[in-house]
């Protein structure tokens, strides 16, 4: 797998322009392609980190099956977030950051009232904290966002910012946790 610079830069470059597809089951197995190409290079590459880490934020995706029985629903997110586990301690910064551009995301109205679009930024947070949630240790900083996170409306995502804060920082924990 060639991992150099001009590679990791003709990824980026089609990626880039799979926002001009028409098509949007096209244009999200596209984007996996080449999503799942940068993780392959990411530990390698800071552009490619990067670029799979801004992927936690895109909605993008398709369901391949063709009956019933067969239906999984593929998105870019989640592939991103499966690019970027091995990588460990190295992604924090970069999932952090996309974690706190997820909170800029959306509007809190919409955000209550359930919608499950990338423009709420849920998509983000739901993979941004399971990945953080896997790391052996977290920055300083990191716990702090976790803590303005805490109050999500999404119940899954409250009880895995919970969770992660429980395993990193119990003192912090408290601050979320509601009093047994």
């Not at 610079?5 to 990824?11: F, M, P, S």
């Not at 590459?45 to 999984?72: C, E, H, K, M, Q």
């Amino acid at each position: 797998m060639d991992h150099s610079d001009d590679h990791v830069a003709t990824l980026l470059a089609k990626l880039a322009a799979t926002a001009t597809e028409p098509d949007t089951t096209v244009r999200a197995i596209h984007k996996i392609d080449l999503i799942d190409q940068l993780g392959k290079a990411a530990p390698h590459s800071d552009a490619a980190l990067a670029a799979v880490a801004d992927a936690l934020s895109d909605d993008d995706g398709f369901d391949p099956g063709t009956t019933g029985w067969d239906r999984w629903y593929h998105s870019v997110a989640e592939h991103a977030y499966h690019a970027l586990v091995p990588i460990g301690p190295r992604s924090e910064p970069h999932v952090a950051a996309q974690l706190e551009r997820s909170l800029l995301r959306g509007d809190d109205d919409r955000r209550r009232a359930g919608a499950i679009t990338d423009a709420t930024g849920v998509t983000c947070r739901r993979y941004a904290t399971r990945l953080l949630a896997q790391l052996p240790a977290l920055a300083p900083a990191t716990i702090d966002l976790l803590v303005r996170c805490a109050s999500d409306p999404w119940f899954d995502i409250r009880g895995a910012i919970a969770a992660t804060l429980r395993k990193h920082a119990p003192e912090a924990a408290r601050l979320v946790d509601p009093p047994t």
